[in-house]
């Protein structure tokens, strides 16, 4: 089983932008009701732009902060998607993890922890990757420099 | 080769074009690289760096030409496939069917007797063979709370089979299939193969549908049918198993045409040049994948 998709795939823009007008046609009247905003937040984290995921959780979060709100449980897994989206690994960690205080054996959110985990290995193994190659360019230069001085 | 090295886009937030490598990840599947002329060395970072940063990419590519999002997990870089298809199934149902269970049991082989409600969706993925060929499906188990209709209705887009389940126990979960069966038929293409799935079909003494009724409707619609149990196990791979046995069957006879964008099936480019660009970044993405 693995969550990695869950955090790699991204909705269909169309769908984005039906949801977003029932949001905003909400707005326009004065309330947005939860369903259309938690919809609206959903489709939000699953965008290609960051600023799309951005603008979902700042909805999640509001979301979270309304009193009686029966899914706050919905809301906590789906900041913890953004913020692994944005790469924010900790924060979405500490989501998830909240999640499991609650409910330890939610195979669910197990995975999600584990996919956020893992994603945060390999952006540390593609940071060393990355100065591996800095290194290599940057000897390759001095090299060259030395070289032609040489001459 | 050094500069080549640092030609590679390394920031992948900053990697706006249309990749440029989809040649050389051709040359891949192929199972030639066309890295093995340079030093090993530099050939593993490149691998690294170029994987994740056509991850970005792609991810914009396959937005833009409206690619279904069905086939993200081929493990391209990670040497020749040991599969030939990918089927995209989503396992629909109202809440508390088991889906979830049905899911668990066919990839882990296990039962979970306490499953909480699913959130939005989750995945699963299993290797099976149908006629000698191996056949990687890739499950969407959506979640059945009504809350999440709108979220789940937009993973059905692209599904080769969608496995839609009642539970024999509860009436109303039957009667809610027609509903269920507007949005698979719908939301998903006329040759997507859906099967119906009584489940916990090990409560027989609770029954509340019977076997006879489920099957003339399955038969009224043009459905595949069976009881399983999620607990026992029983059926439950056959369920899994027949789709793609009838969705490999559509394939072979033409009634499913692999190049249409939402036929849910992905098929593994045997020769170099032979895939079109939609496959290849389709593939490419799944470096992506942990």
């Known amino acids: 089983m693995e969550v990695a998709d869950l955090l790699s795939e991204t909705c269909a823009p169309e769908d984005l932008k039906v949801f977003e007008k029932h949001y905003n046609e909400e707005m326009c009247k004065g309330e947005v009701s939860s369903k259309t905003q938690f919809e609206y937040a959903c489709f939000l984290v699953r965008s290609k732009y960051p600023a799309d995921i951005q603008r979902g959780i700042v909805l999640l979060e509001e979301l979270y902060k309304r009193p009686d709100e029966g899914g706050n449980r919905d809301f906590i897994y789906y900041l913890a998607i953004g913020n692994a989206r944005l790469k924010e690994y900790e924060v979405a960690l500490k989501y998830a993890q909240g999640l499991l205080r609650v409910e330890p054996s939610n195979r669910q959110v197990l995975q999600l922890e584990k996919c956020i985990k893992k994603k945060m290995e390999k952006d540390a193994l593609k940071g060393a990757a990355i100065a591996g190659g800095a290194i290599l360019g940057l000897g390759a230069l001095v090299g060259l420099g030395v070289a032609l001085t040489r001459k | ?290």
């Not at chain 2, 990670?78 to 199934?89: D, Q």
């Not at chain 2, 969407?140 to 969608?162: C, H, I, K, L, N």
């Open chain 2, 1 to 290: 080769m050094v500069f080549s090295l640092a030609q590679v886009p390394i920031e992948p937030g900053r990697a706006r074009s249309v990749p440029v490598n989809s040649g050389q990840s051709r040359g891949r599947e192929g199972g030639t690289s066309t890295t093995l002329a340079w030093p090993s060395l530099h050939s593993l970072h490149i691998a690294i760096l170029r994987g994740q940063s056509s991850c970005h990419e792609l991810e914009l590519f396959s937005i833009d030409s409206r690619l279904p999002r069905l086939a993200y997990q081929i493990k391209m870089s990670a040497g020749p496939y040991n599969y030939s298809y990918i089927f995209k199934y989503i396992i629909i149902g109202d809440m508390g069917v088991g889906k979830s269970c049905l899911l668990h049991q066919f990839t882990e082989k296990k039962f979970m007797a306490d499953c909480p409600h699913t959130i939005g969706v989750e995945f699963g993925t299993r290797i099976i063979e149908v006629a000698g060929q191996k056949i990687k499906l890739q499950i969407w188990d959506t979640a059945g709370q009504e809350r999440f209709r709108a979220v789940t209705r937009s993973y059905y887009r692209g599904a080769a089979g969608a496995l839609m389940v009642y539970d024999i126990t509860r009436r109303s979960t039957y009667n809610h299939l027609s509903s269920w069966l507007t949005d698979a038929r719908n939301l998903t293409n006329p040759n997507t193969v859906i099967f119906l799935i009584g489940n916990k079909a090990d409560l027989d003494a609770q029954r509340d549908v019977t076997y006879e009724e489920a099957k003339q409707f399955a038969e009224e619609n043009g459905l595949m049918f069976v009881e399983a149990s999620a607990k026992t196990g029983e059926n439950v791979e056959e369920a899994f198993l027949e789709t793609a046995k009838k969705i490999y069957q559509n394939i072979q006879d033409g009634s499913l045409d692999l190049n249409a964008a939402e036929s849910g099936v992905q098929h593994k480019p045997t020769q170099p040049g032979r895939t079109n660009l939609s496959n290849d970044s389709q593939s490419s993405r799944d470096n992506c994948s942990c």
